[in-house]
């Protein structure tokens, strides 16, 4: 008993300051946090100072490749140049169909049609007597850039930045080490100067092949400025300023100091919409004098890295590892809610800012996400203003309503979160390859054959299963939301489906069986040969997701006894096997440029052809009629002609089914209650200037959302102590006993 | 020691320069120039000239190893392999081919990885060594035998799932640190406090096992018994005895991987959204940036050659009678 309670006592001796010191560690390591946090939430990943402050928090997934608005062209990349920069025209944000409208033009473009005499047209001119069209843009006056280094001057106006040597940036590493900026007036020489950009030899603009097609002279002036660079470049070495100012191009023209031309070849009235992209925002040459400097590329200073614009926003930091900050451009020259939108707009609160100046909110922090995971559950703790949802988060986000609709579930109500859908104008379709010799060409035997697959393969079940329901079945090329796309019983593809109770509905099993058997495949079997049909589906397939997909896409075939072979490849494979036109049927997708049928319907024209012109035209698909028709209709303006035109090639391509149309993926946003004035754009991204945030609401909610739950540490510490007693009871235990046990005295042994 | 070290230095040139061929014929094998160009100039509208003008630009028009047009030497130092890989052995990287310069990315990657990788490393140790040891102690007993079931089962759930819960339970559940970011200056704290605690608990099955291994091994040698029938108590033995000669298995393992250190972790990164030097790889193996992934197959061949060096030179540090001649 009595060494059992020095035991005891020895315990507490060994233990209690053991004890003490952790808890003092604890205590630190705490405090330490709670500094870190501040009083703004201890899970909060940005700084207690920022709380409270109109900052709309967002994340991105692929760091940026290019800023520079003569490279861009990937949806990541807009998310922050469509902030900053500011083309001559834009789309409405409210109205549907998308409308495109003036940003930093005073007015609409004028077109004036010439012949190939240089004599004036009228706008109704048979397209094929006009030579070249001038596009006129008159941009608004009072228009300044966001400040930056690049138009700093000292007193007697010289440039300060811009006779830079290489030891000039010893310590420089970001545009925040230049201590002085300025700004100037935009001008529409500083529009001219970025179209000449497009040819620039040191650059790599994805729709220069595009526009020097179009662009009068462009084609030309590349092949100048290559040779006038080569000259340079061997005179003057690496750092070496190509000044695109010296070189004139022979389509574009600065006509006064708010006013510029640009000469289209023939007629193209979808060039109005390349006017709303970054190719052709305007950049001032000083700038492109500024980045050109010797060592500022090697120390990331480019314009692809720091954009310069005079939009309501400017790139105050980039780090696209981790975040990209955007903040109010002070020289922003103003602009105001639009006043107008669609029907139920007004209903959904959406006019309610009508006329007020733009934009609401001061700053936008995206922060870098590269997992579903953490970026979800940051949403639902409220430090992301808005979210999309991953399949892994569908169930928890969406759930069915009483009439069918998806709405969000009890759980996300409850948190005030809203959800916005729109369909994309995208479409995803399951292509044949036109070349090959089963499924492909245009015999009757090969057109039945594609017209059962497409009735066999079931897109209903295919969004319902894989996409959550997030799609909807395509009729026909054209998304929805694109002028020429017909809704409806006039817009369904009567190869597939027949309407009944006020719907499509796919046709029978039946109908693509017998459709399979005057193709001369009966029961999916050569009826000459009496082989079994093998086709080959080429992907590329990663990981146990596709293995499901491709499993029920096994499935769909068998319907018909036929045996799909899935030739899963990477993905280099596979373009390779696209543009060589070795696939037979493959997965493709296309998203639209701008919201014109032309962009949908190039897809399928014969020129564009993937094996023969490297074009987009992944089907190879050849029609003499539909590519006559589609030279006629490209060139129109939308009228009922035009309808009828596209109504007609859809309808040459329904019967010839050189693709399963597949589906039009619908996109869903998730966006706390905060958040005001959200509707999607499908085809811009320059949403922020329009949204708005309730930042009081944000910091209450987050406030009661993040409260810190510290018992269960407290818990397992008690738990790791508690445990440790009996090891310690084993270790003073062991320490007292015998090296060697004693041994027992036996009677009469000799010692 | 010099000697030996300048040795293992003059060895490890044609090591790397073996990564080098090794690395470049791997991607290669998967990529041709047409993917990387491709992969850069994006999906839409690229034009066969822009391909051959983007690999002009970037150097990728020339032969991959031998360039039968050239006349002499041209013939192998006008191929990409030459021209790619020459001034990387004077670790100039270059640009990436996005364009961003090489170097200046994992200078500024390079403190967010080492800010999760040090801790991890350094309380791993001291947790996994000080828990081995624990159990060596109590060897044959019931705590031993439940302590290397724990182990085990520890050892054989995927970092995912600790990465995952973690962030699940600390950060969602109880709000206590940020699920995911990074900045600098005290704010660092909360948030490389997650992960490291995630990377300490997920090397704990494994690494304690081991040491345990290499303790038990050293524990029955007859020097510990004289110490004990000197009458040492047993945490003496343990600390003092067995772990300083148990340093040279220990060793081994770890001096190696300290160079390793400044890599970063390529998952824990991801899920964190750690900046680091991790993150950088596996963005440029999904871009498809051959300069990235060269430069860093190259960093980390060195890193592991140094790492060796250094293993060799401790052993002497630790054990007189070892030397290195």
Known sequence: ?751 | MINYIIRRIAYAIPILIGVNIITFALFFVVNTPDDIARMQLGAKRVTPEAIAKWKQDHGYDKPLLFNASAEGPGKLSDTIFYRKSVKMFAFDFGPADDGRDIAYEIKTRIGPSLAIAVPVFLIGLLVEITFALLIAFFRATYIDFWSVVLCVAMMSISGLFYIISGQYVVSKLWNLVPISGFDFGLDTFKFVILPVMVGVIAGIGSGTRWYRTIFLEEINKDYVRTARAKGLSEIRVLFKHVLKNAMIPILTGVVVVIPLLFLGSLITESFFGIPGLGSYTIDAISSQDFAVVRAMVFIGSVFYIIGLILTDISYTVVDPRVRLE
């Not at chain 1, 109500?413 to 809203?418: D, M, Q, S």
């Open chain 1, 1 to 751: 008993m009595a060494a059992k309670m020095t035991q005891a006592r020895g315990l507490l001796y060994t233990v209690k300051p053991m004890n003490f010191q952790f808890c003092r560690f604890f205590c630190l390591a705490l405090s330490l946090l709670a500094a870190a946090c501040g009083s703004s939430g201890w899970n909060n990943p940005y700084p207690a100072a920022d709380s409270g402050k109109n900052i709309f928090y967002s994340a991105f997934t692929e760091r940026p490749k290019h800023l520079d608005p003569v490279q861009s062209y990937s949806e990541n990349e807009a998310v922050f140049n469509a902030q900053i920069y500011e083309p001559p025209l834009q789309y409405h944000y409210l109205k549907r169909p998308y409308t495109l409208v003036p940003l930093s033009a005073a007015e609409m473009p004028r077109v004036q049609y010439y012949d190939k005499t240089g004599r004036k047209l009228s706008d109704d001119a048979d397209p094929k007597r006009i030579a070249y069209s001038i596009y006129q843009i008159r941009i608004k006056p009072r228009i300044h850039y966001q400040p930056h280094p690049a138009f700093a001057r000292d007193k007697n106006g010289k440039f300060l930045y811009q006779d830079l040597k290489r030891e000039d940036l010893k310590d420089v590493y970001t545009l925040s080490d230049f201590k002085e900026q300025g700004t100037r007036e935009l001008n529409a020489k500083d529009y001219v100067y970025q179209i000449k950009r497009l040819a620039h030899p040191r650059l790599h603009s994805p729709i220069f092949g595009l526009m020097s097609e179009y662009i009068i002279g462009l084609k030309q002036y590349a092949d100048a400025l290559k040779q006038a660079d080569q000259a340079l470049l061997a005179k003057e070495g690496k750092d070496a300023w190509l000044d695109l100012t010296r070189y004139s191009l022979e389509g574009v023209e600065a006509t006064g100091r708010y006013t510029y031309q640009v000469k289209v070849k023939g007629k193209y009235p979808q060039f109005v919409y390349w006017l709303a992209m970054f190719f052709f925002a305007p950049v001032p040459v000083e700038v492109d004098r500024f980045y050109s400097q010797p060592g500022m590329a090697e120390k990331n200073l480019t314009l692809d890295w720091y954009p310069v614009g005079t939009g309501p926003y400017m790139l105050t930091e980039n780090n696209p590892n981790s975040r990209m900050v955007l903040e109010f451009n002070p020289n922003f020259h103003g602009e105001t809610y639009p006043a107008s939108g669609e029907s139920g707009d007004a209903k959904a609160g959406l006019l309610k800012d009508a006329g007020k100046p733009l934009p609401f909110i001061d700053k936008a922090v995206f922060s870098r996400e590269k997992e579903s995971i953490p970026y979800w559950n940051k949403f639902l703790q409220g430090y992301y203003d808005a979210s999309g949802i991953s399949s892994d988060s569908y169930d928890q986000a969406v759930q069915v309503g009483a009439q069918g609709e998806a709405v969000v579930t009890d759980a996300m109500r409850e948190k005030g979160i809203k959800l916005e859908t729109s369909v994309a104008t995208t479409i995803i379709y399951m292509g044949f390859n036109m070349l090959d010799p089963v499924v492909g060409g245009y015999t009757e035997r090969a057109r039945k054959l594609r017209q059962a697959i497409s009735v066999a393969v079931d897109y209903e079940e295919y969004i319902s299963i894989f996409a959550n329901g997030r799609g909807i079945p395509a009729q026909g090329p054209i998304a929805p939301g694109i002028w020429g796309f017909r809704d409806g019983q006039a817009g369904i593809n009567p190869v597939v489906y027949e309407w009944a109770d006020n719907r499509p509905k796919r046709k029978s099993i039946e109908t693509a069986k017998r459709l399979l058997a005057e193709a001369g495949y009966p029961d999916g079997r050569d009826a000459k040969t009496g082989k079994p049909l093998l086709l080959n589906f080429d992907v590329t397939a990663r990981g146990p997701d596709d293995k499901a997909r491709l499993d029920w896409l096994r499935k769909q075939f068998a319907k018909l006894d036929l045996q799909l072979v899935v030739r899963a490849t990477d993905y280099n494979r596979f373009q390779e096997k696209i543009r060589k036109g070795d696939a037979q049927i493959f997965y493709w997708g296309w998203n639209a440029d701008y919201p014109d049928p032309e962009n949908f319907l190039f897809l399928l024209a014969g020129p564009q052809g993937k094996v023969k012109f490297d074009g987009e035209n992944a089907a190879n698909y050849d029609n003499p009629e539909y590519n006559e028709l589609f030279e006629r209709m490209k060139n129109m303006d939308n009228s009922p002609q035009r309808q009828a035109i596209i109504d007609k090639m859809v309808s040459i391509a329904r019967n010839d089914a050189p693709w399963l149309w597949g589906f039009h993926p619908k996109d869903f946003g998730l966006y706390h209650g905060w958040m005001q004035n959200v509707k999607p754009n499908q085809m811009a991204r320059n949403n922020l200037k329009y949204e708005r945030i309730d930042a009081a609401l944000r910091s209450q909610e987050r406030r009661e959302w993040n409260q810190p739950v510290l018992w269960p540490v407290l818990l397992i510490l008690a738990v790791l102590v508690a445990s440790a007693v009996p090891a310690v009871l084993t270790y003073r235990r062991k320490e007292r006993m015998a090296a060697v046990p004693r041994p027992e005295p036996v009677e009469g042994a000799r010692l």
